[in-house]
């Protein structure tokens, strides 16, 4: 090892589920290893085993505390894929609602409270002009609440906080740090809307638990539809004012999505342009079609697929879960992971038999398997349904994505251009995009439902029945952060083998038997490294993939001697 | 005043479900006002302000690092909470009801009263079921519960 050789550990980036660590080695000032890794075994899937199958989303919900809903739906869609049960027509809408509305508040919640901290310098607001940032603000949108006054108010909240000697809520930032360059103004404005996005992301939540039951754990899904009755006429069954309550609510969180977080993303890219060069990493993408829009899921309102290096002229749709090339793409491989299994499997003939050695390098170092989509690496998250949705020429993610990129041009004075999503801050324009194309999902979702219900259909549930013998499965759902499929076998009514391949698997996968690194090992290649012992950059490149763990950075000097240990929220 | 009785915790890591048992407890054995609210909240992470924001008390029960021997129950006062986070950093639910106060403190709509009645796990491991030790204390944790909740008259 030469001299500026050091070794960067990071065990401890979010703070969601379970625990990732990724391993750096640092040379010349840019990243040239890394090693991404799960540090905690949870063996979940085998609770599941043996169980009614009809009751196996009531605990897959708590998988991860966060995306509750989410494995609940990929969970009951799984069973009935198995059954080729189709749901009534209601039920999907009011799945479309909460997966929409979910996702919604998720996106808001991952841009201004988990990753925004990585670009926003907060102690820089105490030199912001209050008129200047709401000239600045006003020019980027309409949205009312970016007065001089309320940016005035909010910079003395920024001071009474620094004067207290606590950075509250801010603490874990890398404040002046050389790889921060937003202007004062513009840190201002981001701390005003973080405040603001604490309230807005909480009325979506909100749409999920009117129609959920209650949240985080939501009581109304079921294998064969859902259970929230429907009547016009009765106070305590979804009505009309309900209905309408729930308008109000996703009618601000549409407006807050639209002039609020899309501008502040395309803001933050246009004064961070470099940004748009790192990162990219594995850039075969894949995603699945959702919001589906009738009862045997055929046709979905967003589309997925798959893209071979990053050439969206490849792009191969996946038309659903009967798809043939999605059903037989997928396998897992443990090479590099805890198990005892090696080759790469099926998930119907998945295994979770643990079998831990120490952290090696050049042997196994996870307990996150690397998934394999035709037996390659995948980048799964907004970016790939982004891609697929642009390359497919959906018309709202066309939309939106020249509205952010147009937008990021004026701002960067550059040009620009779909290319550049392939990066740490495609990432963030992209979930950006996203965002505002279900923001105009919510209310058409809303209104098929309302229009459906007023035509006098009540439908909610297809009684689901089980045969005899072994029948397989498969539930997917383009989640927050991508591709989640479920996969179930079941042998006389009971569960005989349950996989659930989670996003943050595709993305935090190790390397496979070929050694083809995963997603986030790939992206943080050649990133800058300005401090080593203060590793910003690299917490860009993996926030942007919103990872679902907790995760500490560790600098290793060339002797492997520790110089230092940062926990990264 | 607005009280809420949040159990913090997976029910898929072995002790680290002790909150929701408390929860499952007192919704079938004690008798609650209906302004107060009793709810098993799983792992809400980041969404924890979301559950306290309107209202005046919250009691939580989580699971707690601690040396005391597995089963050991404590309170923890607002300041105590403020001052050690306590939550498990080893178990699947980060961001701390500690966190969660710093946020609210800043934003504002932090309740005014809030204790954590921590209990020592045995083991966190995957599995459904608390180990017995744990499971014995459910009753006596549930009655720290209803004394809290019972203060509010005091109050």
Known sequence: MIATEKRITIDPITRIEGHLRIDIEVDQGKVNKAWASSTMFRGIERILLGRDPREAWLFTQRFCGVCTTVHALASVRAVEDALNLPIPINAQYIRNLILIAHALHDHIVHFYHLSALDWVDVTQVLKADPAKASSIAESLSDWPNNSAKEMAAVKMKVKGLVDSGQLGPFAHGYWGHPAMKLPPEVNLIAVAHYLQALEYQRYANQVVAMLGGKTPHIQNVAVGGVANAINLE?????????????????????????????????AVAGFYPDWFSYGSGVTNYLSVPDLPLDEASTKYDLPGGFIPNGDLSKFHPITGQKDPYWRKAVTEDSEHAWYKSGGPLHPWKGETDPEFTDWKEDGKYSWVKAPRFEGQAAQV????????????????????????????????????????????????????????????????????????????????????????????????????????????????????????????????????????????????????????????????????????????????????????????? | MKTAIYGIGNILMGDDGIGPAVVDYLTSNAMLDGDVTVEDLGTPSLDLPNYMTGYDRVIFIDAVAAADPPGTIRLYSREEIAATPPGIRISPHEPTINDALIVLDFAGGAPRDVVLVGVVPQTVDGGMMLSPVVAGAVPRVAAMVMDEVAKRYAA
């Open chain 1, 381 to 569: 998250g907004p970016l790939a349904n982004v891609l697929a949705g642009y390359a497919s020429g959906n018309p709202l993610m066309v939309k939106w994505t020249d509205a952010a990129l147009s937008k990021i041009s004026a701002i960067a004075k550059v040009k620009a251009t779909p290319a550049m999503l392939h990066s740490t801050l495609g990432r963030h324009g992209a979930r950006a995009v996203r965002t505002a194309v279900l923001s105009e999902l919510a209310v058409k979702h809303w209104q098929l439902l309302t229009d459906n219900i007023v035509k006098g259909d009540s439908a909610i549930f297809n009684q689901p029945e089980f045969p005899k013998g072994e029948i397989e499965g498969v539930g997917f759902h383009e989640a927050p952060r991508g591709t989640l499929s479920h996969w179930v076998v079941i042998d006389n009514g009971a569960i005989k083998n349950y996989q659930a391949v989670v996003p943050t698997t595709w993305n935090a996968s190790p390397r496979d038997s070929k050694g083809t690194s995963g997603p986030y090992e790939a992206a943080l290649l050649g990133n800058p490294i300005a401090d080593a012992a203060h590793p910003l950059e690299v917490l860009r490149t993996v926030h942007s993939f919103d990872p679902c763990m907790a995760c500490a950075v560790h600098t290793f000097d060339p002797q492997g001697n520790n110089v230092a240990k940062v926990k990264v929220l």
């Open chain 1, 234 to 266: 009765s106070e305590a069954a979804l009505n009309l004012d309900r209905l309408y309550s729930m308008k109000a609510l996703l009618d601000k969180v549409v407006s807050f999505v639209q002039n609020v977080y899309v501008p502040d993303v395309c």
